[in-house]
Structures are given as structure tokens and as C-alpha cells.
């Protein structure tokens, strides 16, 4: 048997060559050939053949044994006696001389090539059925670290080679009916990236929560990236916008969230296990692992590696401390969403009230109930009963036999690419993860319900709660010549809906991240040396850890949140509303009391554009648009549109517009629109006045229907005289319709109205508005209902067009 049939190197080999050298290997080898041109850099190293592993089998006798033993199994006898007994047969077997001489030479030749005696290296094992979308079992087969030296290579593939036979790994292939003698195993020999000394993580070329196509999603941690794969740590999450990369002038990065990290994993120094976990350092909890540049690099790559097998892919990346170099480390196809029927939507809402017991990283968007069954290690796996929520501290491989058991997951630790996301994602399974104490705050047979339907955010609930579940047949929703467009308040929510075909965004309201992200009033962070609220400034110092700058923090929050719901909509307009809380609501936020005075009617008080010019506000205001320069001018997000509210004179408008100007946000310049909202009856009568002044207009047909008719629209006294379609408010709304169009400037309605009174969407409609916008569960009645009403009125002229 000649070398070149036992070891290959990897630049030698690819993706044709799995059933030669694993899907692992193929894969690195096609990566060096065929994509090291585009920048993507693999560690060197050599690949141990299939046919090596066979010689194996074959000089030791181990077919006839292993076939026994798995006989054996079949007749009853115990998976954990099987599996060991197979495991001890490779552990003691002998290598055939031709074959370890051939690995001790490819192992010399690779210290040649690394100019170093006796080079560290990763030995992964490779299976030939491996990383196959319909045979996905990545992870059953173990990773040996730090391996130096000829015999210590050597005997880190015989437990390769044993661990094919794990107890996970043959129940798998026996759940799988996969023939346990027709898998062979290759193994991937590669120089060790020092990431110990630096950080290494997961990468996935699409959202995978969402399926939503145009994101590279990075989870990173300091040292090894076993960490990040076993779900031990929180690690930091980027998302990158793929449709901008290409984009010289932008840093498409729109969102960086920064996970606790408490741990790592690095090499031990001692004999025995080859690396340790310890404990991280208070900086390096509050500091992201990679920096912008670094991550749009690996978003390159990964959009570079998904090109080339025209695919998405699940990717695997270290950066080296010692050059401070990063590399890809292994790359495979995404098997959840490949398979999801993309005409399709499922949709869930919460309809039922439960105690909020418990929060974490929501996984996928589907919601469960059941028992708790709270297990804190795989080795209690016999008392788990079908059907309960599984809640423990992390999974691997060794819990997935009861995981396809589950309702739903529930997890102390891990990040959307942990062990329990992933495989909880291939279940379909709700599951919330990195909530930091469920195991010690929900007990076994407790009721609850798990909902992953709110956001990013996932919580636990007390009971068992209501739930709503639909299909969406996508195809089957007609088109309009009157845009629906959605609105949306949650970031997190925004991949959501991306399969929805609305028209963009009719209305994104700002002050929904900053209450809900940020909770700190602007001015608080502004003059924060200046305030006097102990319990505040308390508060700010923990939540603006890691800012120096206090203003930053809110600049950032707010412009990520603004940029996630831009992106799931690119390139259509998303409007963006400044931010329009009332005095009684700005006070409540953290530090919020110092800067608001006390106002009998906040309704009509110190509100919207009145505040955003205003000595006592306008600071805050500059860092309202500072975020919104940072997602146009620096990510290159430039279909998000500006919207003001609450504008009450034409004036008025002058000022905020030469407000902006000031702060870089100048209407006109890098495609920048202004809209105005219509909430007052100012904004009818003088529409063609504010048309001068902006781009567009929305109706908020509450506050409209509020002051033209002087009726309190809480009171619930004064209800049936609130009506949207009284006749001074429908006038007023085809008024301002009319004049909109006459100065050649669109004009939409954002409001629940359309959704709830189909009369009053046929009004629209026929009055000639170019857009409604509605919450994204409204979006299909209110399609219908439009395309309806532009059928009753088929070939109406519309104003304007």
C-alpha cells in the first residue's frame, strides 16, 4: 500500500474526495484550493485516509469483533459494555509499520513546513458520512488538542479512531440504521492556531433562528472555541449585513451584543488532559473578543465560502495570539433551514398571562409548555419522561437521545450556536438559552410555559398559557398597488417577519429600544457627573460597563436597534421616528426624574419636535442622530428614513430640520428623507406648507382623531365618541392625501385602524393613500382587505399618480 493511499495532503485533496478523506477534510482541502485566493486562510496540515482506517481494521481483525459485539447489542445486551468493549479493541490495536511510518513522515514534513521541531497539532476525526445534510451527526466524533510529538500523534488517533464508537455515536447510527462497518473514519492532522492566547468561535453564513439569508451571525469567546461549540460560556454575537460588505465605505455591522464569558478554555501545562478551564478576567468579560475589522473579515469569508459551495455554511474559526492571525477551522452546510419549506411561515402568539419567571436567548420563534424536568448532568438522562421541558446547565452529544424527547429546552449557559440551540433548532424545539439560573429557579414538576415568539429574548412563564399557532402559505397573499408595510418597535423581532413581502417599514419607533435597551434617559448619560440620584448612577455605572463614554452606550444600543430592522427590510424604506415619549414617560426611565418637569397634560406638553430643538433636550436629541449617522454613513444603511412627530408648526419644523443639519443629518444629502408625522390639525391645514419642508407624511390617525374631535383617547368615559371615522377626521385624512399628492409627496397611515375596521381600509384606499402600516400579525388581513378594496375599485384614479 503506497503513501499516497494513507496520507494526503490537505492542499491535495477536495470536495469530490469525502469518501476518501471525511467530509471534514474535504471540506478544509476545498477551502484551501479554492477560496485562499478570496483571503480565507486554513492552518496546514495532512489528512489521515479512510483506507488508513481500514488497514486498521483489517491488520487487527477488528471487523469480526466489532460485528459480534454490535450482534450482541441487537440480542439486548447493554449499549455501555458494547461501546467500551469496541473502544478498548482500538485503544490496544497496533498500527500496521507502513502506516504509522507514513504519519510519523507527513508529521516531520509538516514540522518542516512550520519551521518548528515537534509542532503543536488539533487532531479531528473525519467521517465519510459526516457533515452530509441528510446524515448530519457533526460532533459525534472527538477532538484531540495540542498533540506534540510522533507517538502522542499516534496515540491521539487511536481514540479518534475509538471514538467512532462512542455510546452517542452508535446509538445515533443504530437510530439512523447506518450500517456501523461502512462509516469510516478519516483524520484531519492541522497545525494548532494558538487561540488559547487570543479567542475562536462559530460562524454561520445565515440567521439561524430566523433563516434570514443576508447576515453572517459570529459567536466568539476567549480561548478555545470548544467552549463556545459545548455551550460552557455566553459568548459575544455579531451580526454582519452581507448585502453591504462590498461596500468599501461601509462597516456593515449591525448588531454586537457582549456575552458574559466567565470562562475559557486553554492548554494545561501539566501531563494528563491537554487543556483547563479558568476563570476569565473582569476585563475581558466586558471587552468584545474581535474588533470590527476583524469581524467583517470573517464575514468575508464566510459569505466567500457560502459563493463558492453555493450553500449556507456552518463554519468554525481561531485567532492565533502568537501572530494574531485568524483562521477558519472547519466549514459544513447549515442542515436546519436547507430543509425548511421557505413558501411557508409559522406563525405563534402568546395569547394566555403568566408570572415571568425566568429570561434568556429565545431559539427560533415557536412556543411550548409542559413539566419541568430539571437534570443536572447526562448521567440522571433515566429520569427524564417525554414530553417535559428539559432545564439543565449546558448539553453535548450525550443528552441528544432525550432532547428529541422534549417540549422544550431550557439551558443555564450557551449562545445561539451552543450544542443545545443547534441541535434545538434541527428539532424544531423551542428552547431558551444562556438564562444563568433556570436550574436553581425552576423546580421539577413545575408547570411552565416557554415562549420564544417575543423577540430575541425568550422567557419563561408561570403555567401552562394559551397559544396561538398558524400556518402562512406565503404564495397565496395577493399583491396591491397600495403599499402594506409593517410596524415594528422590537430589533429582535425584525428577522422574524423578513418572508413576509410587505413594502418596508411604515413606522419603527425609536422609543421602544430606548425603554426597552437602553432605560436610561439620554440627558442621565449626557451630565452624568452632574446627577444626584445615588440609586441612578448606580445603575448607569453597571448597565454602561465597558464605555467609557457614557453617551456611546446609547448611541450604540440604539443605533444597532435601528440597523437590525433596517437590514431585514433592505434595500425598501424603513421609517424611523424620533423619539416621541411624553414627560411622564421620559422621567421614568433610569436618571430621567433630574431632566422633566412635572406636567398636568403630557399629552399636549413637551413633546416630540418641541424637545428636539430645545436648549434643556437638544443634547439628548444629537445622540438620537448621531445613531441614526451611524447606521447611513458608517454601515451604509441608507433606506432608513427619518420621520418627526409631533410637529406642531411649520416653524417648528425649520428649527429641528437646522437641529439635524447640525449634527450631520441633513435632509437631501446621501439620500436622506424627513418625513412628518399628521397627528395634529395644524398638519392638515398647512400641508402644503409642511410639504416644503419634508419628503413624505404619515397619518398617526389616533392622536389626530384625538384633537380634531378634542376627545381624550384613554377616557373611557368619552369611548363611543372616539371614532376614526367620524366625518371631521376621515375629511381631514383625504384632505391631507390630496395635498400630499398635489405637492408630489407620499403619504401613508401608521395605526392599528386598517387591521381592526375593514371600512376604514377601504376608505383609505379609496381616498388614494400610498401606504398603510400595520403589526406584522395584522399584515395578511390587511393585505386581503386592500386587495379587496382595489378591486371594488378597479381602474380608480389616484391623486398624485
Not at 443504530?174 to 492566547?197: C, N, P, T, W, Y
Not at 429565545?362 to 417525554?386: H, T, Y
Not at 453597571?542 to 433592505?570: C, N, P, Q
Not at 420621520?643 to 429641528?656: G, K, L, N, S, Y
Request: glycine letters at 8%.
Amino acid at each position: 500500500m503506497g503513501t499516497q493511499s494513507m496520507v494526503r495532503w490537505l492542499e491535495d485533496v477536495s470536495s469530490g474526495d469525502v469518501a476518501v478523506v471525511g467530509g471534514k477534510n474535504a471540506s478544509l482541502g476545498e477551502m484551501i484550493r479554492g477560496l485562499s485566493t478570496r483571503g480565507v486562510r486554513v492552518p496546514g496540515g495532512f489528512a489521515i485516509t479512510a483506507q488508513a482506517y481500514r488497514e486498521l481494521l483489517d491488520a487487527n481483525d477488528l471487523r469480526t469483533r466489532i460485528a459480534a459485539q454490535i450482534d450482541a447489542l441487537h440480542q439486548g445486551a447493554d449499549l455501555a459494555e458494547v461501546g467500551g468493549a469496541i473502544r478498548r479493541m482500538f485503544l490496544d490495536a497496533q498500527f500496521p509499520p507502513d502506516l504509522a511510518q507514513a504519519v510519523r513522515d507527513a508529521y516531520r514534513g509538516l514540522a518542516t513546513r512550520a519551521r518548528r521541531e515537534d509542532p503543536d497539532v488539533a487532531v479531528r476525526s473525519s467521517a465519510t458520512a459526516e457533515d452530509l445534510p441528510e446524515a448530519s451527526f457533526a460532533g459525534q466524533q472527538e477532538t484531540y488538542l495540542n498533540v506534540r510529538g510522533e507517538q502522542a500523534l499516534l496515540e491521539a488517533c487511536k481514540r479518534c479512531y475509538a471514538s467512532l464508537f462512542t455510546d452517542r455515536a452508535i446509538s445515533y447510527r443504530e437510530h439512523h440504521r447506518f450500517d456501523h462497518l461502512k462509516v469510516a473514519l478519516s483524520i484531519g492532522v492541522q497545525q494548532m492556531v494558538r487561540s488559547d492566547r487570543a479567542g475562536a468561535g462559530v460562524m454561520f453564513s445565515i440567521d439561524t433562528d430566523s433563516g434570514f439569508p443576508r447576515v453572517v451571525l459570529i459567536n466568539a469567546s476567549w480561548g478555545l472555541g470548544e467552549s463556545v461549540v459545548a455551550g460552557k460560556v455566553d459568548p459575544d454575537e455579531y451580526l454582519v449585513f452581507k448585502p453591504l460588505l462590498a461596500n468599501p465605505e461601509a462597516t456593515p455591522v449591525i448588531s454586537k451584543k457582549v456575552g458574559g464569558k466567565r470562562s475559557k478554555i486553554i492548554y494545561s501545562d501539566s501531563g494528563g488532559d491537554p487543556t483547563r478551564a479558568v476563570e476569565t478576567s473582569a476585563e475581558e468579560q466586558t471587552a468584545t473578543v474581535l474588533t470590527d475589522q476583524e469581524i467583517t473579515r470573517l464575514a468575508r469569508w464566510a459569505t466567500a465560502i457560502e459563493d463558492h459551495y453555493g450553500r449556507a455554511m456552518d463554519m468554525e474559526w481561531a485567532k492565533d495570539g502568537e501572530t494574531g492571525e485568524i483562521y477558519l477551522v472547519q466549514a459544513r452546510p447549515e442542515t436546519v433551514h436547507v430543509h425548511k419549506e421557505a413558501s411557508t411561515l409559522r406563525s405563534y402568539r402568546l395569547t394566555g398571562h403568566g408570572d415571568r419567571l425566568v429570561s434568556g436567548l429565545a431559539i427560533g420563534d415557536a412556543i411550548a409548555a409542559g413539566k419541568v424536568c430539571n437534570l443536572r448532568s447526562a448521567a440522571e438522562i433515566d429520569r427524564f419522561q417525554d414530553g417535559a421541558v428539559l432545564v439543565t446547565g449546558a448539553t453535548d452529544p450525550d443528552w441528544e437521545p432525550i432532547m428529541k424527547r422534549a417540549a422544550a429546552i431550557v439551558t443555564d449557559h450557551g449562545g445561539r450556536t451552543s450544542h443545545a440551540a443547534i441541535v434545538s433548532r434541527e428539532l424544531g424545539l423551542a428552547a431558551i438559552v444562556g438564562t444563568g439560573d433556570a436550574t436553581s429557579r425552576l423546580t421539577d414538576g413545575q408547570e411552565i410555559t416557554v415562549s420564544c415568539a417575543e423577540g430575541d429574548e425568550g422567557h419563561i412563564y408561570a403555567g401552562i398559557l394559551d397559544y396561538d399557532a398558524r400556518e402562512i402559505d406565503l404564495a397565496q397573499i395577493p399583491t396591491t398597488r397600495t403599499q402594506v408595510m409593517l410596524n415594528l418597535a422590537e430589533p429582535a423581532a425584525a428577522f422574524r417577519w423578513w418572508r413576509l413581502p410587505a413594502d418596508g417599514v411604515g413606522l419603527a419607533r425609536m422609543e421602544f429600544i430606548v425603554n426597552n435597551h437602553i432605560k436610561i434617559h439620554p440627558m442621565a448619560l449626557v451630565r452624568f457627573a452632574e446627577l444626584d440620584d445615588d440609586k441612578a448612577r448606580r445603575q448607569i455605572t453597571e448597565l454602561t460597563r465597558g464605555h467609557e463614554d457614557k453617551t456611546e452606550f446609547f448611541v450604540e444600543h440604539l443605533a444597532y436597534g435601528i440597523a437590525r430592522i433596517a437590514a431585514a427590510w433592505w434595500p425598501k424604506p424603513v421609517i424611523v421616528r424620533m423619539s416621541d415619549f411624553k414627560t411622564n414617560e421620559y422621567a421614568r426611565l433610569i436618571g430621567g426624574e433630574a431632566f422633566e418637569p412635572a406636567e398636568e397634560n403630557p399629552m399636549l406638553g413637551w413633546r416630540g419636535a418641541s424637545r428636539y430643538y430645545s436648549e434643556d433636550y437638544r443634547q439628548g436629541f444629537a445622540l438620537e442622530c448621531r445613531a441614526l449617522r451611524r447606521v447611513r454613513d458608517a454601515m451604509g444603511l441608507t433606506n432608513t428614513v427619518v420621520m418627526i412627530p409631533f410637529c406642531r408648526t411649520p416653524q417648528e419644523a425649520d428649527h429641528v430640520l437646522e437641529t439635524m443639519a447640525e449634527q450631520g443629518l441633513i435632509r437631501g444629502r446621501n439620500g436622506l428623507q424627513v418625513y412628518v408625522m399628521v397627528e395634529i390639525p395644524s398638519n392638515v391645514l398647512l400641508a402644503a406648507e409642511f410639504a416644503e419642508r419634508f419628503d413624505g407624511f404619515s397619518i398617526g390617525s389616533n392622536d389626530l382623531t384625538q384633537l380634531t374631535l378634542g376627545v381624550d383617547r384613554d377616557s373611557e368615559r368619552l369611548a363611543p365618541l372616539f371614532n376614526e371615522r367620524d366625518p371631521a377626521v376621515t375629511k381631514s385624512i383625504e384632505a391631507v392625501i390630496s395635498a400630499a399628492h398635489d405637492n408630489r409627496r407620499k403619504v401613508g397611515l401608521c395605526g392599528q385602524r386598517p387591521s381592526d375596521d375593514p371600512e376604514f381600509a377601504r376608505l383609505l384606499v379609496r381616498a388614494g393613500i400610498d401606504s398603510v402600516s400595520v403589526s406584522p400579525d395584522s399584515f395578511l388581513g390587511v393585505k386581503d382587505i386592500v386587495a379587496a378594496a382595489e378591486r371594488a375599485h378597479h381602474g380608480q384614479h389616484r391623486p398624485g399618480h
